[in-house]
């Protein structure tokens, strides 16, 4: 069986070493176009900043390595022009070779990833403008910054983006950040990432929020950049970090399916319409796993496990991809965003049904030092509870909770299952009830009729009809209220229970504090003396903040 | 509805808030025999230490939060010494009256807790032996370092036992421990918490493994601790952290059905034999998630989760405790000990059967700065991959990985399920296969036939019948290897392999290098290259020494 791989990074490369340890006398051609196979993509920004010293690092498994460990047959400055499905045949352009040769298969693997993003404005082929895709996109980069580079635009706000805003930071770069929707992070809902544009600012990024580049101009050695509000920022260096595609031109021109996003599209064994011809990566659709709808996930995880997944069924296994989630993380100075499953837009653009809650519980138990606050948003399905989606913001114990909420999302559980789990607990990793236990309380709460929140997007309209009753101390509700409220803490709030009817005069009740717990209290208090109109404002006052920022 | 709670702490206090919670009107009258509630005996060791310096902070609720919040009739120094069912009494002792009280219930919950094992033995009610359970506890010990201690025996090296060691070095004492097992931390299998036994001694505690306290005798003003092995000890300061046992004696002498461990015995609603009284926390008998046999776990988590449910239960919902798992973490120095289900032994004693794996990853790329490697022992099901349970040991993404676990045990995912796993992935975060997954593909090979181990248990027995072949690079042979084992790179396997065919003389063949991977392509290799009879060591040779510590 002659077996040939077009792309030697994170899905063919794994591809080719699990063929290999499953079939020791296969042969395995394994076709790159650059000069590197099997780096650290997710490196490159690291490698710039510098963090990652050596660039050796980034080359996670060398050509030798890999030829004498799995006897590959590994070429590199190698790039698949045609495939022939017929023939079973790809057309290979090398600038070892005058001509384009031939390559026959029995079976192929498309694993090309996907392409960078380049905005069809005037300019954008200035060389000063750079994506981050590859190792000679980042020598490029380094070369600019050797060369004196001091400015730089980042556009596009997404992981990319920022890790690179960072690491231009580190380089010493003063950098501005150009991004279309108006936040930071667009696959995150806007108010889980607001403190994260904040932070930024804080660490001296200028931010261009709802703006979009329309032009690149050259000026004497610097480029500016047209945005459209207007403004010019004049630079040395543009990172453009606007989203990737799928590199699936190769594969249509070769007359195999495409999704309906672009993307190859595969059956569960990640065989395309041609089932002799496979593809994974970035380059393909994939199901969502919640959402059950097709999806671009271009993320390393999914890449790798799909190029095993081929390598089992190109010999014989039943093996399946079931599905995307969509689980990413990035670190943004010392926070650390993090989200898998659903988002708020994305279940609002299926036009879902959803609930969702807030909390910002502790890392790990209040009483051990050095806790830190977390911003969790989990949504879930009215009907029965099952998990569609979790964000998380902060600092430490964030990846650990993400991880959790991913696993509990691939097992279908529900929020009941949530406030079961048995987590690990000591004062130094995390709390009695856990914040994952104390998502499950919540959500269980609103399911069961226990608790009815009031959201951030209701104010200030809610302000015209409803009375708002900050359960707050006097000192916190003096340092910061919302306006129209009224102070009354929650130690007081059973004795005043006649006073407060009188100052109702039937108007609904609409309770804050500020993570959500003292009001929630409030509320079971109020529901059960009397008042039938009463909410507690989900996530409290640090989510309405996070939400009109 | 009057409901009567005897203890006030984790499961106690937990169900009398969630009950005013869910009700307003119910008279709750919490019963505490101490003069503190609520209070974080998981911190007792770190205010010892000094790392939680404010004794305030372990009063996580006080009372006074807790009558106003709550409007709970809470009464401190208030002992239950009967219970009648049949009246629905219970009998109280408290200072504040000449003879015992008595107070009627409609619901009654039994939220005592456990008692800190004391040992049998001559002399153990000296002054200076303290255990470790509560607050006055606490107090008496910084008692004594303050009077000048400067030597500690610590006897039992569970948790609360390690975690008074780091405590009392802390305060500049030298620590001596005693233990009956042969290991630290005897819930774990020995060849996991070797290192951690090693890193006790390398912070200069002295160790006695395989040891008993055989008798304490008075010194002037220390006291001798007579060992088994002859050895005596003299100490300021013994911690007595043998273990502890349910303090269900209140409910036996009330005739309430004890289970066969001696905890409470109760249903899935946490009732007694006597449907009135609830029993939570550490006091009862549980079922036993993976083993499906009772169990007394004595931990935090559970005990907060099950008295929110009996409070639940109390009000007519319909809420369940299902199981527990034994999901546990501890801190020694920097290194994380954690497990979750059952462990090799467990399974053992239940006579269960049972494969494992043991990989030996690194918490995230190794590409990005201070990667640590952790140790992880994964114990599944070999008729379906039912994951039974798994332990880790190590630097930073122990508690992440572990929770990962303990949640995939209560959804009853198997091992093919851990390959499927979409976790977060970013350099400083994770690997694109992480460590779970791994674990999964280790385990998923190991159930389908792909590889073959053998383990550590086998040596050195193995060697008088196989041929031990370290494919590790002649560098790390030289360094160290196994007596017996021959030298071959696994880059120069596929030449080496007549030579090979040769110098086995038809001997199984068993593989290792340094953790388990380059040894399993090894595997791969041979086993299709005409050998037969190969197998591939668990966890290289890391485990190895591990185990033969
Ligand atoms: C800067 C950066 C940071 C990232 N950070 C993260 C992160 O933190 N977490 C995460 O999960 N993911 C991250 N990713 C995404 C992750 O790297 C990709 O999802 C993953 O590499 C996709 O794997 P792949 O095998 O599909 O494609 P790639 O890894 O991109 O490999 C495709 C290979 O195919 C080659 N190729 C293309 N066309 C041809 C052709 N016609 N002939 C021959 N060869 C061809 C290309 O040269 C390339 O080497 C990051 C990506 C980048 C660029
Ligand atoms: C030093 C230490 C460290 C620990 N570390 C951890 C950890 O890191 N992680 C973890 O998960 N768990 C840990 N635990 C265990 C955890 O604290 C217990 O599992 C948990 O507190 C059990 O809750 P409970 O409500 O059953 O009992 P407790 O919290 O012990 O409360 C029982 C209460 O009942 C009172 N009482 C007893 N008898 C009577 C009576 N007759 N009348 C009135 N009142 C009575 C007692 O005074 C006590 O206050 C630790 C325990 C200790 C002692
Ligand atoms: C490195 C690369 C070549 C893949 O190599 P690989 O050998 O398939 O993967 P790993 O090195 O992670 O090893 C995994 C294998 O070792 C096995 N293994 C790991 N630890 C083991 C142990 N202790 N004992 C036995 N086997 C072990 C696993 O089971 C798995 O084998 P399997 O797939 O046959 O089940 C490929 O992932 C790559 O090119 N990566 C870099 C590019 C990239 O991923 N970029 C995007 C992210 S930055
Ligand atoms: C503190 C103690 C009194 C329990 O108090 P509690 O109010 O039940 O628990 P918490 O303070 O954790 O709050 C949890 C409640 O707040 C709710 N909540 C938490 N955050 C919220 C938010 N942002 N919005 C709305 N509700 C929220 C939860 O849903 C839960 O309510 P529910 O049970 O009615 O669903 C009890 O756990 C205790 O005594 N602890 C100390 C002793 C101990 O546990 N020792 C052993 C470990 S060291």
Known sequence: MKIVIIGGVAAGMSAATRLRRLDEHAEIVVLERGEYVSYANCGLPYHIAG???????????????????????????????????????????????????????????IAVGSQALQLPIPGSDLPQIHTVRSIPDVDQINQLLADGARHAVVIGAGYIGLEMIEALQQRGLTVELVELAKQV???????????????????????????????FV??????????????????????????????????????????????????QHLQTSDPAIY???????????????????????????????????????????HSSQGTAIVKVHTTTCAMTGASEK???????????????????????PDAQQMHLKLLFAPADGRILGAQIVGGAGVDKRIDVLAT??????????????????????????????????????????????????????????ALIVDVRNPDEYAAWHIPQAINLPLAELRAAIPSLKA???????????????????????????????????????????????
Chains 1, 2 share one sequence.
């Open 51 to 109: 963090t990652i010293a050596e660039r050796e690092k980034l080359l996670v498994a060398s050509p030798k390595y890999l030829r004498q460990t799995f006897n590959l047959d590994l070429r590199l400055q190698h790039e698949v022009i045609a495939i022939d499905p017929q023939q079973k045949i790809v057309t290979i352009k090398t600038p070892q070779q005058p001509t384009p040769i031939q390559e026959r298969y029995d079976k192929l693997l």
């Open 185 to 215: 992070l667009p696959l995150f809902d806007h108010e889980m990432v607001s403190e994260v544009a904040d932070l930024l600012q804080q660490h001296g990024v200028k931010l261009h929020l709802g703006a979009s580049a329309q032009r």
């Open 218 to 267: 050259p000026t004497n050695q610097q480029i500016a950049v047209h945005l459209s509000d207007g403004r010019q920022i004049k630079t040395d260096l543009v990172i453009m970090a606007v989203g990737v595609r799928p590199a699936s031109q190769l594969a249509q021109a070769a007359g195999l399916t495409l999704g309906e996003r672009g993307g190859i599209a595969v059956n």
């Open 279 to 321: 593809a994974a990566g970035d380059v393909i659709e994939v199901q969502d796993t919640v959402l059950q709808q097709p999806a671009l996930i271009a993320l390393a995880g999914p890449a790798n496990r799909q190029g095993r997944i081929v390598a089992e069924h190109m010999l014989g296994r039943s093996s399946r991809y």
């Open 346 to 368: 994305s279940l609002q653009r299926a036009k879902r049904a959803y609930h969702k809650i807030y909390l910002h519980p502790n890392d790990h138990a209040g009483y051990y």
């Open 408 to 465: 509990a999302i691939r097992a279908k559980m529900s929020v009941h299952d949530l406030t079961e789990l048995e987590l690990a607990y000591a004062p130094p990793y995390g709390s009695a009830k856990d914040p994952i236990n104390m998502a499950g309380f919540l959500a269980s709460n609103l399911l069961d009729g226990t608790v009815k929140f009031w959201y951030a997007e209701e104010y200030p309209a809610i302000t015209e009809h």
């Open 503 to 549: 100052q109702a005069e039937g108007r609904p009740i609409r309770l804050h504090c500020m993570v959500g717990m003292r009001s929630y209290i409030a509320y079971r208090i109020l529901r059960q003396s009397g008042f039938e109109n009463v909410a507690t404002l989900a996530g409290g006052a640090l989510t309405l903040k996070a939400f009109t920022h």
